[in-house]
């Protein structure tokens, strides 16, 4: 099993998308580059491309989605390797059927993908910890892992500050992006937002 980490960008862009949403179930994709030394594998997930609140399950929206950010992936030399949901419920964070069907819908292109489920209690600026679970697939099932932090202390602080400052209210997800092609799913506001408080 690789040693996951994950980038202040693309914690902060999951964590501000399901806080702009709080009544909503919303899901993204994770970007990751993969290296391989001396036989010990890592992945670094460096962005977070936030997909919907509105509707999550398969449909032509979600193709056209993946397209352009698989486009992206290419050009760039990196990859979908994981995909991240918070449930509608304030109090469900278990997997459900379409946090299935999108885990296995990645790992066609990825050999070890993951699936961050999101726990919407501790989706706020006084978090000191991860506000997700991991699933790997192991076989043909998720399962969760037992794992070390993904994240840094300056990471969970920057988060803070960002969710403390409303940043949210500007964060792009393709549901927006579908309806006023001007707004970029890559939120580069956000991003640079994130830089200057980290």
Known sequence: MADVTVSTQAYCKLLLHAAKYPHCSVNGVLIA???????????????????FHLTLGLSPMLEAALLQID?????????????????????????????????????????????????????????????????????????EIEKSS???????????????????????DFDNHFDDLTKDWMNPSINDMIKHCA
């Open 33 to 51: 580059e993969s290296s391989q030394s001396k036989g010990h594998r890592q992945l670094g997930f460096i962005d977070c491309i936030p997909l």
């Open 71 to 143: 486009g992206y992936c290419k050009s760039a030399g990196y990859m979908i390797a994981g995909y991240y949901q918070a449930n509608e419920n304030y109090s469900d964070s278990e997997l459900n059927c379409i946090a299935r069907v999108m885990g296995k819908k990645i790992s066609e292109n990825c050999q070890e993908p993951y699936i961050f489920m999101i726990d919407n209690k501790r989706v706020s600026p006084d978090s000191v910890s991860e506000v997700y679970k991991t699933y790997s697939l192991k076989d043909t099932s998720w399962r």
């Open 150 to 172: 993904t994240v840094d202390d300056d990471t969970l602080q920057t988060a803070a500050t960002l969710l403390t400052s409303g940043a949210y209210t500007q964060l792009t």
